[in-house]
């Protein structure tokens, strides 16, 4: 008995820090920036039989981060009272459950179901959402309410339990001082009283349930005559298999106990009430800056909410609805359920797009004075969005990739189109390439990015910088300006054909830079 007593000593002057930090890939979720730093053991995380609550632990504070995510003062406490497996030198990441850095709404997470519970208590459909929607650092694997017999988030060693000892035995077969060390130490979220194995009689029940309504079912073994179940809720029961409702939704601890003659147990399990319902939505664009939403929530008497991004919301129940956007970009979604068995949400970023605002593409090659001549091309994106691509290269070849090369080694002069579409409209762009130059010249301004091929026929200029505006004049021996266009084209190719005979000055000017260059046409 002394020798437990000391231990919670121990425990509460070391003030054990324990972080209720993310899981690995096995069990719990453990904060990002350490993950990379946990062995790679190949055992389970916990391992009850290592527990020894009558363990002596030295007082002193050096930190460990368990594989569970949880910072201990010390290896031996790491062992002893949480039966972790594995850890590393030093505290679990410093981070609150929630990181407002984290959270960008623009982010595409997947339209995927794979709950996981946050450190907030809130379930995400996928720890993308939680991550990027919610900002939260840590989560559990499953709804909120689906763990098993070991919960990490409901461990807090700075709880100071009392030095008496009213043993219980765990779900995971530890017996604990009393009921504050299983819940508050050990994490468990159930237990029967007495020490583990000291009992001729099994207080047990097990339950289903609709919504907050809850139906228990004695399961309990051994001689007794009499069942009380409390509710945890300030309810009680003396029927054997009652049915109770709860008020609101929530955590609650609920305990049989049953006597007879010489039988006195208890079985305690900690209940998460949580939503009969599953929400989701997909999207369709109407390539008109309106987007028809499809509800796919699973859900019976709910009553729903859209909120679209652009500081619109509506209620509104139907299967599907379309809402019209001021302008394309991207709006993050969400839906809204809410009734008496259910209250859930779900969220999606969405891109809204119309014919102009779908991209074309941009090419980069070297002309030469024969074939071949590779062409590298690409779409011109700036983040991926929901298209498809076909590329047609003029020579019988294709492809749907956004990103292509391609040799030519026949037409000097390709027609080059890419084809993109959208849910409900597509966009083609055509170029007709210069690929074979008779003649080619200097930048005698000295400027190197900027390059000109001509011969009597056209003048062709290729510039650097995607994106960037170019003002390009063509002057005669006068000072004539006989040519002149501002474009964002990296290949401008000026026609020359009908031009008299003589010498040209090509002036390009690019931001702060002006590239010049003589041109003889015969």
């Not at 020894?52 to 003062?73: H, K, Q």
């Not at 993308?128 to 807090?156: H, K, L, M, R």
């Not at 290269?393 to 189109?417: I, K, L, M, R």
Request: aromatic share 12%; glycine share 8%; with cysteine.
């Amino acid at each position: 008995m002394n020798r437990i007593f000391l231990v919670l000593l121990l425990i509460a002057t070391a003030q054990v820090a324990i972080a209720q930090q993310s899981n690995n890939s096995d069990n719990y979720a453990v904060e990002r920036n350490a993950l990379d730093n946990y062995p790679s053991s190949g055992l389970t995380c916990i391992d009850s039989s290592l527990i020894d609550m009558n363990a002596l632990c030295p007082m002193i504070y050096a930190p460990v981060c368990g594989c569970d995510g949880i910072t201990y003062s010390n290896d031996c406490i790491a062992q002893k009272v949480g039966g972790v497996t594995s850890w590393t030198p030093g505290e679990c990441g410093a981070l609150g459950c929630i990181d407002e850095t984290l959270i960008d709404l623009t982010a595409l997470c997947p339209a995927l179901y794979d709950p996981v519970c946050g450190c907030n208590g809130i379930t995400y459909n996928n720890d993308c959402e939680a991550t990027y929607y919610g900002g939260v650092t840590s989560w559990i694997p499953g709804a909120c309410g689906s763990v098993g017999c070991i919960n990490p988030q409901q461990i807090d060693s700075n709880i100071i339990c009392p030095a008496i000892y009213l043993p219980v035995c765990g779900c995971n077969g530890v017996t604990y001082s009393n009921d504050c060390e299983a819940f508050n130490y050990g994490g468990v979220t159930s237990w029967t009283a007495g020490e583990c194995g000291s009992s001729t009689c099994q207080a047990y029940f097990s339950y289903s349930n609709t919504g907050l309504q809850y139906e228990f079912f004695n399961g309990s073994s051994g001689d007794y005559t009499s069942v009380y179940y409390d509710f945890g809720d300030g309810s009680a029961s003396s029927d054997a298999n009652p049915v109770h409702t709860f008020s609101a939704y929530g955590e609650y601890e609920v305990c049989i106990t049953i006597t007879g003659d010489g039988c006195q147990e208890t079985y305690c399990e900690v209940i998460i009430t949580e939503s009969l319902c599953t929400p989701f939505f997909t999207a369709e664009n109407q390539c008109n800056n309106t987007v028809t939403f499809f509800n796919n929530s699973a859900a019976v008497n709910a009553n729903i909410e859209w909120t679209f991004g652009d500081g619109t919301n509506v209620t509104n129940n139907s299967d599907s609805l379309e809402h019209a956007y001021p302008a394309t970009g991207f709006y993050p979604v969400c839906i809204y359920l809410t009734g008496t068995d259910c209250e859930a949400w779900y969220c999606d970023t969405i891109y809204v797009y119309n014919e102009s605002t779908m991209p074309g593409f941009f090419e980069t090659f070297t002309p030469s004075l024969s074939l071949p001549v590779t062409v590298a091309f690409e779409v011109a994106l700036v983040v991926p969005l929901p298209f498809t691509y076909s590329w047609d290269f003029g020579d019988g070849s294709t492809s749907t990739a956004p990103t292509v090369t391609h040799t030519y080694n026949t037409n000097c002069s390709p027609t080059v189109c890419l084809t993109v579409t959208g849910d409900n409209c597509s966009k083609e762009t055509c170029k007709t390439l210069e690929l074979c130059q008779t003649s080619s010249i200097e930048d005698y301004s000295g400027v190197s990015d900027t390059r000109l091929f001509y011969d009597n026929d056209r003048v062709t200029i290729q510039t650097g910088g995607f994106g960037n505006t170019s003002e390009v004049y063509l002057t005669d021996i006068l000072g004539r300006v006989v040519y002149s266009t501002a474009t964002s084209e990296r290949q401008i190719i000026i026609d020359t054909h009908d031009l008299a005979p003589g010498l040209y000055l090509v002036s390009v000017k690019q931001k702060n830079q002006t590239s010049n260059f003589k041109v003889q046409l015969n």
